[in-house]
């Protein structure tokens, strides 16, 4: 009987807990957005996204152009020329992919870049959200921004805003 009583008290404490629990939400694509130096730092790496990838484009222009003069004038060519111009054509074409994952591979200059220019601005993000937690007892922060995770979220839990003021970007 004993045993009883303790478990179910038990389970009324752990519940009267569990019911205690704050949550909230935030959406940092809008806090992002709303931040000048997010909005700089995406400008500069679109710009330099395009640059690259205009690069990359016009190297395989080039190749076109070589392979297209390569096939018009094959009928003319000894073998050791033609496999001297194949093996140009080749070879610059990996040279072009070489630097195509230089730019835009996993660990490229892209990345690197947005390390430099975006982590620090998302860093200052997840430090005011952490502090609004901290000061606010929320057990939980979800993130709207990643996608539909929820089927209804009510507004008045939104700490958006508040983070923004929290990092002195609204009154």
């Not at 679109?46 to 392979?67: C, G, M, P, R, T």
């Not at 070879?91 to 195509?100: G, H, M, P």
């Not at 997840?126 to 901290?134: E, G, R």
Request: proline letters at 4%; charged letters at 30%.
């Amino acid at each position: 009987m004993k045993k009883l009583l303790f478990l179910i008290s038990l389970i009324a404490l752990s519940a009267g807990m569990a019911w205690g629990q704050k949550y909230a939400f935030v959406d940092t694509e809008y806090i992002l957005n709303n931040i000048p130096s997010y909005k700089s730092a995406q400008s500069k790496l679109d710009a330099l996204s395009k640059q690259w990838e205009k690069e990359i484009s016009d190297k395989y222009a080039e190749i076109d152009k070589l392979y297209k003069a390569y096939q018009n004038e094959a009928v003319l060519l000894t073998p050791e020329m033609k496999k001297k111009r194949e093996n140009e054509i080749v070879s610059r074409e990996q040279a072009v992919k070489d630097l195509q994952k230089k730019y835009f591979g996993p660990q490229g200059d892209l990345f690197k870049k947005r390390e430099e220019l975006v982590k620090p601005i998302q860093d200052e993000v997840y430090n005011a959200v952490k502090k609004i937690a901290v000061e606010g007892n929320y057990a939980v922060i979800f993130d709207t921004a990643s996608g539909p995770m929820f089927l209804y979220t009510n507004p008045r839990y939104d700490l958006s805003d508040q983070v923004l003021k929290q990092m002195g970007y609204k009154e």
